[in-house]
């Protein structure tokens, strides 16, 4: 193997593949016209000298940065972990850099403040992974033409978006319940400045009115903790309740708490379903039935989709993924 005492530049890389340093250029920036087997003996000298092509360097010839960034909140819930996760692996799996810059989606200030590092940075294009519109229309307004996808934000159907169908899953894990012959059922949603949150609420009364019941919906927060206080307050048995369906799994295993705790008996008394199958949800006591999403595809069609855009072949939207029901020992027929 061939080894130099620095740090080897395009001009070594040339004349070890013998060719000019404008076709090591091209390989590294990928140009489509070269011929293969220049190419191949292109890489192998750069693999033969650990060349390492300077995106600085790069980006002043392609003018593309191959940097995207991702605006985020709530990074401690498992579903925007989730996704930034898949997104930052297959951004290098495509020889992109994923920027993330965490804001607090109430403050109108932090998300100016994130939008405005992102595009200090160059970035080539933006994924909002923040829950309100209002930090959709800061990004669009100040990237300008730079591509902004939005992440289950039901911003516009026209607009760059993907998302989960959670008025479908909201729907579904009401059915289940109905199916059972439980009747009345509570919802505890998550918060209402959420998409997401209002969507799966949504499917939740459609569903219940489509059934001839009353929806019943009660508030919370995504945490345990929420899930917790109402269900430690709320008189389930005494006003007939037999069903409570929680907006996440976080919400959930502090309803599975509250009850225990009352001696309330999951499923024979009462019966649980949550959203999002976290890994956790299956180790519940008892073990919980759930809406199943796949962070990880969504993320990675948020990514795909971005940069699709960027490579001038740009994907048609895709369709949202629909959740699927996950049955455990949390619901049974209704007592």
């Not at 959709?136 to 307004?141: G, I, L, N, T």
């Not at 962070?295 to 939207?317: I, M, T, V, W, Y």
């Not at 029901?325 to 949390?330: A, F, P, W």
Request: with cysteine; net charge negative; aromatic share 6%.
């Amino acid at each position: 193997m061939t080894k130099l005492d620095r740090q080897p530049n395009m001009y070594d890389v040339a004349k070890l593949a013998k060719v000019s340093h404008q076709t090591v250029s091209r390989v590294v920036n990928n140009y489509p016209s070269l011929r293969p087997e220049t190419r191949a003996r292109v890489e192998r000298a750069m693999e033969e000298l650990g060349y390492r092509p300077n995106k600085a360097a790069r980006a002043l010839v392609t003018q593309r940065s191959r940097m995207v960034g991702i605006l985020a909140s709530d990074l401690s819930l498992y579903g925007p972990s989730g996704m930034l996760q898949a997104m930052e692996f297959m951004a290098r799996q495509r020889d992109h850099i994923a920027v993330s810059c965490t804001v607090d989606p109430e403050s109108d200030s932090s998300v100016a403040e994130g939008i405005e590092h992102l595009a200090d940075l160059g970035i080539d294009g933006l994924i909002v992974l923040v829950p309100h519109t209002k930090a959709v229309v800061a990004a669009r307004k100040k990237l300008g033409n730079v591509p902004v996808v939005t992440v289950d934000s039901m911003y516009r159907l026209d607009e760059l978006s993907v998302s989960v169908d959670n008025f479908s899953g909201g729907q579904t894990a009401t059915e289940h319940l109905l199916s059972l012959g439980h009747t009345n059922i509570v919802h505890i949603s998550g918060p209402k400045s959420w998409f997401e949150a209002t969507a799966r609420s949504s499917g939740y009364a459609a569903a219940m009115l489509a059934a001839g019941h009353r929806p019943h919906i009660v508030d919370g927060d995504w945490s345990a903790d929420a899930g917790y206080s109402i269900a430690l307050e709320m008189s389930f048995l005494e006003r007939g309740v037999t069903a409570v369906f929680a907006a996440n799994d976080y919400t959930a295993l502090g309803v599975l708490k509250a009850v225990s705790q009352r001696g309330i008996r999951v499923p024979e008394d009462l019966s649980v379903v949550g959203f999002d199958d976290v890994p956790e949800s299956g180790y519940f006591i008892p073990s919980l039935t759930t809406m199943r999403q796949d962070f990880a595809k969504l993320g990675r069609q948020a990514l795909s989709l971005l940069l699709s855009q960027l490579d001038g072949n740009p994907e048609s939207h895709s369709r949202p993924i629909v959740p699927t029901l996950v049955i455990r020992d949390s619901t049974a027929p209704a007592p």
